[in-house]
Nanobody, 123 residues
Framework: VQLVESGRGLVQAGGSLRLSCAAS????????MGWFRQAPEKEREFVAA????????YYADSVKGRFTISRDNAGNTIYLQMNSLKPEDTAVYYC?????????????????WGQGTQVTVSS
């Protein structure tokens, strides 16, 4: 499974940005797709995830109410709509996919990763 992110950008605090992640290859083997982020000198952390062919979603408390994860009908492209951005949202954002279910938040349980895309929020 290959994951390719797009939508990197620099925005002011309070602004919005939308990330996309396109999956290709053996996508049928994946049950969950999601987003993680990693700020400088910090560990990679869970942001949001969804069931690739279902409707369930899950968010980190830090982004709940501001970020929305969604997918296309086929479940091969996911999106992360980020609103009310804060400087602390600045990070490299990674798309990830996991074989099987359920939605989990630990880095080590996702087998497939994109290359990451930079999001910078200025104050």
């Amino acid at each position: 499974v290959q994951l390719v992110e797009s939508g990197r950008g620099l925005v002011q605090a309070g602004g919005s940005l939308r990330l996309s992640c396109a999956a290709s290859g053996r996508t049928f083997s994946t049950g969950v797709m999601g987003w993680f982020r990693q700020a400088p000198e910090k560990e990679r952390e869970f942001v949001a995830a969804l069931i690739r062919t279902g409707s369930s979603t899950y968010y980190a408390d830090s982004v709940k109410g501001r970020f929305t994860i969604s997918r296309d009908n086929a479940g091969n492209t996911i999106y992360l709509q980020m609103n009310s951005l804060k400087p602390e949202d600045t990070a490299v954002y990674y798309c990830a996919a996991r074989a099987g279910l359920p939605i989990v938040t630990t880095v080590g349980q996702y087998q497939y990763w994109g290359q990451g895309t930079q999001v910078t929020v200025s104050s």
